[in-house]
């Protein structure tokens, strides 16, 4: 037999069943970062922006799209377990729609320091905007320990032209009258390569001036927070504004791969740089002052966690249903999550390209880093090659043994003992393709099936005509429909994006099923 014609069965053995053994396990006690999002809704909508976030409608539980009140408090009690040096409240979903969340954060989050990342839209009143301001102030002044609270605002081309400008000399107004002297509450900006925005804070303020800056540097000097490039700007009156440029990447989960015009070249370079230079060559940990290493998270505004791309849809960790202590062991038992913490991100996509380069080049190629490890680990069966490697080299290191892995079924066994050249073929001999993957679900969702179609037809997936005939025929059997060709269904609606992102990003289903509980038990009250 062979086992990738079946693959979801063995990924479960070996996530369940591999360890590995405390002796040899590496830890990372560092202090930790985390990134989270509150809510995955914007009222800015960039182009460029993953999120693309429309704000209109949305399915029960709300705990898909925002954290609801329990989340927000199991959020603060993981943080406050992980010994975070830094935290960072991210914009894609505009964080000052959660300000509430905002200020009891700044209360009471234990870490070193709080970036919040915004557009400042909410500046352009200028009264509201000082009020606004001065509530955070007030809530890092009613804080039991010391930390930093930075105000970053998104400053680039996008923003301007949706929110006008006004907002942004509001803010920093604010900032120059009433904050200049305090020391832990900082105003930053933040703008893309190659746009000159923040000329126009220049421009705006007399005597206003630019200085010289760094590329790769660190936003401070504790945890390092790698940025492409950062310099400041110097008012006449002594205030300065630290600004940080970033390279762009255009997310698009529709890229075509199979289109010629297309400069993938350029898109694979622009990625690998940012995990070489900005990651050092590893997403999932964060460099310490000291030279230790955290692990790095990424929170979701549906409370899915992970170390920062190291996302895994077959196994989610989520706030709602797994306490801290429950996350920090699957993220370390669980062999595939291990290693990218181990051996870094460049160590996995060279094993997965030994036999589905296509997938490595569409986590990629699609520009988002977030998620790059939900798209390079979706298929299953090279989920399963990648699991089968890892211990192959983890035996041949001694971190693994054999007695470790004996429990293991005889055909899972047979092949881990097998050499490299016969795990290819075996791989490449089955007929399992993503196809066979979206026909093993439970149920049928003519939705899913039609937004797979599309990403096939845009060249995401290794299938041959035959799965592909095999896909339609199955789909026109379930969705009562007499489609011909891939073509029959392509899309470009909004709700057609929504639900792309949904298939990298969907919530834990127990997570799910939970908030729909309690949901449920509200309504009936």
């Known amino acids: 037999m062979n086992i990738f014609d079946k693959p979801n069965k063995?990924?479960?053995?070996?996530?369940?069943?591999?360890?590995?053994r405390e002796d040899k396990l590496k830890t990372f006690n560092g202090k930790t970062m985390a990134f989270v999002f509150f809510t995955k809704f914007c009222d800015v909508q960039c182009s460029h922006?993953?999120?693309?976030?429309?704000?209109e409608g949305f399915d029960l539980p709300r705990e898909q799209y925002e954290f609801s009140r329990e989340g927000f408090e199991k959020f603060i009690t993981f943080i406050n377990s992980s010994n975070n040096g830094y935290l960072s409240i991210l914009g894609g979903g505009e964080p000052f729609k959660k300000f509430e969340y905002i200020k009891e954060t700044i209360k009471r989050a234990k870490t070193d320091r709080i970036v919040i990342?915004?557009?400042g839209m909410w500046g352009a009143d200028d009264k509201v905007c000082k009020n606004m301001i001065g509530e955070m102030y007030e809530a890092l002044?009613?804080?039991?320990?010391?930390?930093?609270?930075v105000l970053r605002i998104s400053m680039d081309k996008w923003h301007i032209s949706k929110i006008g400008i006004d907002c942004i000399f509001n803010i920093i107004d604010v900032f120059k009258n009433f904050f200049s002297d305090k020391e832990n509450f900082e105003l930053q900006l933040h703008t893309l390569t190659g746009d000159n925005s923040i000329d126009k804070v220049i421009e705006h303020y007399?005597?206003?001036?630019?200085?010289?800056?760094k590329k790769y540097v660190s936003d401070n000097e504790e945890i390092f927070k790698i940025g492409l490039y950062r310099y400041a700007l110097h008012f006449p009156?002594?205030?300065?504004?630290?600004?940080?440029?970033?390279q762009i990447f255009h997310s698009n989960l529709k890229v075509n791969l199979n289109n010629p015009n297309i400069n993938l070249e350029e898109l694979i370079t622009l990625f690998d740089n940012d995990m070489k230079y900005n990651s050092y060559s590893n997403p999932s940990l964060v460099k310490n002052r000291n030279n230790e290493w955290g692990l790095d998270y990424l929170i979701s505004y549906n409370g899915n966690i992970a170390t920062w791309g190291n996302e895994q849809l077959y196994g989610l960790n989520n706030l709602y249903t797994d306490s801290y202590k429950d996350i920090i062991n699957n993220i370390y038992t669980n062999v595939i999550s291990y290693s990218l913490l181990d051996k870094g991100y460049f160590y996995r996509t060279q094993i997965i390209s030994e036999v589905n380069p296509l997938a490595v080049l569409r986590s990629k190629a699609i520009h988002i880093r977030d998620y790059a490890g939900a798209s390079i680990l979706e298929e299953n069966n090279t989920v399963l090659y990648y699991a089968i490697r890892v211990i192959q080299d983890y035996l041949r290191e001694n971190v693994i043994t054999l007695e470790d892995i004996e429990n293991l079924p005889k055909e899972l066994l047979d092949v881990i003992k097998a050499r490299k050249m016969i795990l290819k073929k075996m791989y490449e001999n089955s007929s399992y393709s993503i196809i066979k993957q979206y026909m093993e679900k439970v149920s049928f969702d003519e939705n899913e099936w039609k937004d797979l179609f599309n990403l096939i037809y845009f060249g995401h997936y290794t299938v041959s005509k035959e799965q592909i005939e095999e896909g339609i025929q199955y789909y026109n059997a379930h969705a009562n429909k007499k489609i011909n060709k891939l073509e029959d269904v392509l899309e470009n609606s909004k709700e057609h994006y929504q639900r792309l992102i949904e298939r990298l990003t969907f919530m834990k289903p127990e997570a799910k099923k939970l908030c729909m509980e309690n949901y449920r038990k509200l309504e009936a009250i």
Do not use: H, L, M
């Not at 922006?49 to 704000?55: G, I, L, P, V």
């Not at 007399?206 to 800056?213: A, H, L, Q, V």
């Open 10 to 20: 063995y990924i479960k053995e070996i996530v369940t069943k591999v360890k590995i």
């Open 49 to 55: 922006c993953f999120f693309r976030s429309d704000n």
């Open 117 to 119: 990342v915004t557009s």
């Open 141 to 149: 002044c009613q804080r039991k320990t010391p930390t930093k609270v």
């Open 206 to 213: 007399s005597g206003c001036i630019k200085t010289e800056g």
């Open 237 to 246: 009156d002594g205030y300065k504004i630290s600004v940080g440029i970033a």
